[in-house]
């Protein structure tokens, strides 16, 4: 049995089990399953009991983890639940007591309602992509700064957080380094949210320079190029308040500091004080700035320590228009955000910058210390990490596994979504599309989500689809009480106001059961006003063949 076989056959045993499920609950207690019941059914597979082990491991092939904070109520209530069980299962009570408090994100992730529906494929693929750029050799690690000469050459680690916060790791993704110049990116965006854009960009310049990170050259308005290059980014320090906004991007994960590469820094910083001097002299400082006190915080600001784990969670915020995904916190603004994106995809890989842009075509910011923060905007944010660069100051696996991504998917700022079919594309879910429509359909009308319908109206569905009982949208919606559903369907969508299912029920016999009164009242307007017209078009009908005749 084929991959694609084993998908459509889950699907359609998923969607037996919880129809048949609410059937049962429909005709026995004359009401339908809550979304915790739903949610059981679907990770039970018809078992009575789901073991806890068996709950965490779906969860993260969905790409959650166990520690994200927002599963933080769902998981102290599975510790305190297994104490109570013997055999380390759940029963249905006690699953809808675990997950009721986080119950709108885990049905999102169980639905494949995440922007990677199938993460398991795709996290598959990353590490496929991985092992390939291990394979590279060459480059040589940094050694002008002596701390940066202490990290292995074989040390390489991928990490990546989507915008809703799937994680996905691989290789040596805890082990800390300096963010270098990858803060750069970050530090302005916080520069840019504190006080906007018209004032940082008073002193600082938006084009690329064309030169070396470290030159000593302004452009011809006598401020720095951009805040990607030294020059740009030790002005850039002069206006941040930093370390909160850090913890903050990363979702509170891990974010520390290199006394030791710091002092290196400083020790070995001459290009960096020379620059700075240049600076003083060409008044680019706000006024009152103490010149060493800033190169010193910008010294410091490079001697930040992340792991590619934390540092991925700062990319997917960027990512996310300046939520962190992992906390629904907002720490940037979407202007900020998108001024950062911008200078990154232009100006963000030191001298390869234009050939990244041409054959990446991502925003990204490059380090010494051999990160790599990568952006896929709206998807996710990804860190690679190896300390072997090129020529040019780049991780040399890093750029590989950028360069190998985009082959592979259509992430490419210029990639065609609709037509560019040779390229995977991880935001579309594969599988059987009947069945999953299916079930998507009546899941929105379940729950009453008229916006979902809209959409699946607009994208040409059937939304007279039915399941294996027959049962239309209009049946669910209709024993759901869901008027405003009941009424875009007639009204919007035209749709049969009076199908039947197997059993020979009606929307409107739903509706009397349940009690919905204004429910039967619609049903009951349109139905009468449907009779009519339809009498009303034959009668036409009859008269125009009388004419022919």
């Not at 510790?79 to 994100?105: E, M, P, W, Y």
């Not at 040589?140 to 040390?155: G, K, N, T």
């Not at 202007?335 to 890989?349: I, P, Q, Y």
Request: one cysteine or more; glycine letters at 6%.
């Amino acid at each position: 049995m084929t991959r694609a076989v084993r998908v459509v056959c889950h699907e359609v045993l998923v969607v037996f089990v919880v129809l048949q499920s609410l059937n049962l609950k429909r005709r026995k207690a004359g009401i339908l399953p809550s979304l915790e019941d739903l949610l059981f059914y679907t990770i039970a597979e018809g078992q009575e009991k789901i073991p806890a082990h068996k709950f965490t491991t779906a969860l993260k092939a969905t790409g959650l983890r166990t520690g994200d904070p927002r599963l933080k109520e769902c998981m102290e209530m599975l510790k305190v639940t297994l104490k109570t069980t013997s055999d380390g299962a759940l029963d249905r009570h006690l699953f809808k007591k675990c997950v009721q408090s986080n119950i709108v994100l885990l049905t999102q992730a169980f639905r494949k309602k995440f922007v990677i529906p199938d993460f398991q494929s795709f996290s598959a693929h990353i590490d496929e992509l991985y092992e390939n750029a291990k394979n590279m050799s060459g480059g040589q690690v940094a050694d002008y700064i002596p701390q940066l000469a202490r990290f292995s050459p074989d040390l390489w680690a991928v990490a990546l957080c989507t915008v809703d916060g799937q994680r996905h790791t691989v290789g040596d993704t805890k082990v800390p380094f300096c963010l270098q110049s990858c803060v750069k990116p970050l530090k302005y965006a916080i520069a840019v949210h504190d006080h906007g854009t018209e004032y940082v960009h008073r002193f600082i310049g938006k084009e690329p320079s064309g030169l070396r990170f470290n030159k000593l050259f302004l452009n011809e308005d006598d401020k720095p190029h951009n805040p990607m290059v030294n020059a740009g980014a030790i002005v850039c320090t002069s206006l941040i308040k930093v370390m909160n906004f850090m913890n903050k991007l990363a979702g509170n994960e891990y974010v520390g500091f290199s006394n030791a590469t710091f002092q290196s820094e400083r020790e070995s910083g001459d290009r960096n004080f020379a620059i700075g001097y240049y600076l003083k002299e060409k008044k680019c400082f706000p006024e009152g700035t103490d010149m060493t006190s800033i190169l010193d915080f910008y010294f410091q600001l490079c001697s930040i320590e992340v792991t590619c784990e934390s540092a991925s969670v700062m990319a997917a915020t960027l990512a996310n228009g300046g939520f962190c995904p992992i906390t629904g916190e907002r720490v940037l603004s979407p202007e900020s955000v998108r001024n950062t994106l911008s200078l990154m995809h232009s100006c963000g890989m030191y001298d390869f910058s234009g050939q990244f842009a041409f054959h990446v075509g991502l925003p990204a910011k490059s380090g010494v210390a051999g990160g790599i923060l990568l952006v896929v905007p709206n998807v996710m944010g990804i860190m690679c990490w190896s300390p072997p660069l090129d020529k040019l100051g780049n991780s040399v696996r890093g750029i590989q596994f950028c360069t190998d991504l985009v082959s592979l998917c259509n992430f490419h700022n210029y990639d065609n979504l609709r037509h560019f079919a040779k390229k995977l594309d991880p935001r579309r879910e594969g599988g059987d599309q009947r069945v999953k429509s299916v079930i998507n359909l009546l899941f929105a009308a379940y729950t009453g989500d008229v916006s979902a319908l809209r959409r699946f109206a607009l994208s040409s569905m059937d939304m007279e689809q039915r399941d294996y009982d027959s049962r239309t949208a209009l049946h669910v919606a209709a024993a759901e009480g869901h008027a405003e559903v009941v009424r875009f369907l007639l009204e919007a969508c035209k749709v049969n106001p009076v199908p039947k299912d197997r059993w020979g029920n009606t929307p409107m016999d739903e509706a009397v059961h349940f009690g919905h009164h204004d429910v039967v009242t619609i049903l009951r307007d349109y139905h009468n006003q449907y009779t009519h017209q339809e009498g009303s078009t034959a009668k036409k009908n009859e008269e125009n063949l009388d004419g022919m005749l």
